[in-house]
């Protein structure tokens, strides 16, 4: 069973990046299929982007201007980038991924990313 | 890409079985037979319940099931009990390496 770590600065400033890391342990990177996924406080899930086994990435339209997922296959670790923040992007950010892309198996404990000046 | 729909709040008293609806459209529910179910329980990440629509995890209850119809899922919890209370949330492939969640049900044991 895998685990998953996220970590990154938890208060970010209007307009700018948040840039949270996943590190994965208990497994290979490259075998496994990731999504990030966010939940603003008191609100449901919202999917933001997937990464591949093979590294290939893509992005839910509505973010999609604004999002980069990476993957550092040397630390075990895929990143989230997200910019032009607003405080609508305050959310608990999780990273999940397991064997198939269609289901998110394993989760971080997620972080708490929030917008503020 | 639209959130799914899923009913706020659901309740039921234990024992006693409950249903969770999530209605989506041809582009995804209705298209795949890829709709996952997940349980967050407060202050918890989501842990996986149901996937590919109807299949359960190793070690998750067969209390719990899916199933689907049209454009509609559904997540059924026989034997309800107090430690099933939680929020529930379903999600769907929606086609080009996309998901789509929906907005989730908390479920209240009376």
């Known amino acids: 069973q895998v685990q998953l770590q996220e970590s990154g600065p938890g208060l970010v400033k209007p307009s700018e990046t948040l840039s949270l890391t996943c590190t994965v342990s208990?497994?290979?990177?490259?075998?496994?299929?990731w999504s990030w996924i966010r939940q603003p406080p008191g609100k449901g899930l919202e999917w933001i982007g997937y990464l591949s086994s093979s590294g290939s990435t893509n992005y839910n339209p509505s973010l999609k201007s604004r999002v980069t997922i990476s993957v550092d296959p040397s630390k075990n670790q895929f990143s989230l980038r997200l910019g032009s923040l607003t405080a609508a992007d305050t959310a608990i950010y999780y990273c999940?991924?397991?064997?198939?892309?269609?289901?998110?198996?394993?989760w971080g404990q997620g972080t708490l990313g929030t917008v503020s000046s | 890409q639209s959130a799914l729909t899923q009913p706020a709040s659901v309740s039921g008293s234990p024992g006693q079985s409950i249903t969770i609806s999530c209605t989506g459209t041809?582009?995804?529910?209705?298209?795949?037979?890829?709709v996952s179910w997940y349980q967050q329980h407060p202050g918890k990440a989501p842990k996986l319940i149901i996937y590919e629509g109807n299949k359960r995890p190793s070690g998750v209850s067969n209390r719990f099931s899916g199933s689907k119809s049209g454009n509609t899922a559904s997540l059924t919890i026989s034997g309800l009990q107090a430690e099933d209370e939680a929020d529930y949330y379903c999600c769907s492939y929606a086609g080009s390496s996309t998901w789509v969640f929906g907005g989730g049900t908390k479920l209240t044991v009376l």
């Open positions: 041809s582009s995804d529910v209705g298209r795949y037979h890829l």
């Open positions: 999940a991924g397991g064997d198939s892309p269609h289901s998110f198996d394993n």
């Open positions: 208990g497994g290979s990177i490259s075998t496994y299929h």
